[in-house]
């Protein structure tokens, strides 16, 4: 995908210049590199935020118009502001077709669905780098490199020796160095299961001796208790019929 974008030489410099420049819409930066010296430029902010959500913007050659003529450059560099959506700086590099270029090339990861440690075994694929930094010619370079998951198994990785990387493109690591770009593992849940009713409840097997004795001991307590209050209510309803035998001898 090619990107062209617009830039005017910029004469103002200085912190107060800047920002003096941004309140217009306006955003400063430098282009540098090659056989020219380096020039300080303004940009749209508009359209220039707008390539920035572009993740190809970042890893392509692109066409700087600036005046009347047009260079091939790289992003090199931007600054965001700390807490608002607003590129405050932006650097880019020129570019030469015979010299080879070193740049970070995105990484798009791809069959993770039917990988057998997804599909088969649960697992799930962590990605440990997002992007490889690569050296090629301007015109080799690509806008991404693909990461096929589809053989990947839990406990097993892909390293960056493993990557099939496009015709012209090659890795800019060091002989020995082969870090892991990605790897399957089982994910670390822990499950707490709610007792069921029969575990709930304890047997009288696995109740102590004492506190099945208690109740014993309080029953023993209540019956002479039960038994005296029988009694009482028996002598009450023994003393009724002498009464009534008493109030007939009167008369």
């Known amino acids: 995908m090619k990107f062209e974008i617009s830039a005017n030489q ?7 210049a800047s920002r003096r420049l941004r309140r217009t819409g306006k955003v400063p930066g430098i282009v540098y590199g090659g056989v020219q010296g380096a020039v300080n430029i303004e940009l749209d902010h508009k359209e220039l935020h707008r390539h920035l959500t572009n993740e190809k913007f970042h890893a392509s050659i692109l066409t700087l118009k600036l005046g009347a003529g047009t260079e091939s450059v790289l992003l090199r560099a931007f600054n965001m502001h700390p807490y608002k959506p607003e590129v405050q700086h932006v650097d ?4 030469s077709k015979d010299k080879k270029i070193h740049m ?4 798009h990861f791809v069959n993770a669905e039917k990988s057998p440690g997804v599909k088969e075994q649960m697992g ?4 440990v780098l997002n992007d490889l930094d690569v050296t090629c010619f301007p015109d080799d370079l690509p806008e ?8 990947l198994s839990v406990g097993k990785s892909i390293h960056a020796m493993d990557l099939v990387l496009p015709k012209g493109v090659e890795s800019t690591l060091h002989k020995g160095d082969n870090p892991v770009v990605a790897t399957c593992i089982l994910p670390a849940l822990v499950i707490e299961e709610e007792p069921t009713v029969a575990e709930a409840v304890p047997a009288a097997a696995d109740v102590p001796a004492t506190a099945q004795a208690a109740p014993d001991k309080a029953a023993e307590a209540a019956a002479p208790a039960a038994a005296g209050d029988k009694a009482k209510a028996g002598d009450k309803g023994a003393d009724k019929p002498a009464d009534k035998a008493d109030k007939k001898d009167k008369k």
């Open 92 to 95: 880019f590099q020129r570019v």
């Open 144 to 151: 991404y490199i693909e990461v096929d998951l589809v053989d």
């Open 124 to 127: 799930v694929v962590t990605h």
């Open 10 to 16: 910029r004469k103002a410099q200085g912190t107060g």
């Open 104 to 107: 970070k090339v995105p990484l």
